[in-house]
């Protein structure tokens, strides 16, 4: 079942980042984190709850996307399931829950990245309707404390 996410759902979220994503990021910094985001209007924090064991299963995570090229919508930050819990229907739940939402808030699109090497991902985001309509190189500088 869809929900939102809460502060017990941190050991899930962090097995979930680092098994689907393969993100390890500390479960300390996964609760400060969620606790932030979660009172952000502009992030969309929901999870997927197997009926039958009650764990968190997945979790889509996604920001307000709003530039001066375009009008408002969703960019997708991550759409997780557990590999073992796959292919059973909760990506797609998870991503009608955020179409769901993006209505409410009168928002026309959805949006989102995925690396070039997710094939699996891809054929998945096509069988729900997404359309692949750029290809991009993503660069990134990472900025240390002591460098600002």
């Known amino acids: 079942m869809l929900r939102a996410l809460k502060a017990t759902d941190v050991g899930s979220i962090h097995e979930i980042n680092k098994d689907a994503l393969g993100y390890d990021f500390s479960p300390e910094e996964t609760a400060s984190q969620l606790t932030k985001l979660s009172q952000d209007s502009h992030h969309f924090l929901l999870g997927y709850e197997d ?70 991902a891809h054929a998945f985001y096509e069988r729900v309707g997404y359309t692949c309509d750029k290809v991009q190189k993503r660069f990134i500088k990472l900025i240390k404390g002591e460098d600002i």
């Not at 001066?68 to 997780?80: P, R, T």
């Not at 939402?101 to 070039?116: H, M, P, Q, V, W």
């Open 51 to 120: 009926d039958t064991s009650h764990e968190l299963v997945g979790y889509i995570h996604a920001e307000v996307y709003e530039s001066l090229y375009s009008k408002a919508g969703f960019n997708i930050l991550a759409l997780a399931v557990l590999p073992q819990s796959q292919g059973r229907g909760f990506g797609r739940d998870l991503l009608e829950g955020l179409e769901k939402e993006t209505k409410r808030r009168g928002y026309e699109f959805i949006r989102l990245n995925s690396a070039d090497h997710r094939l699996g």
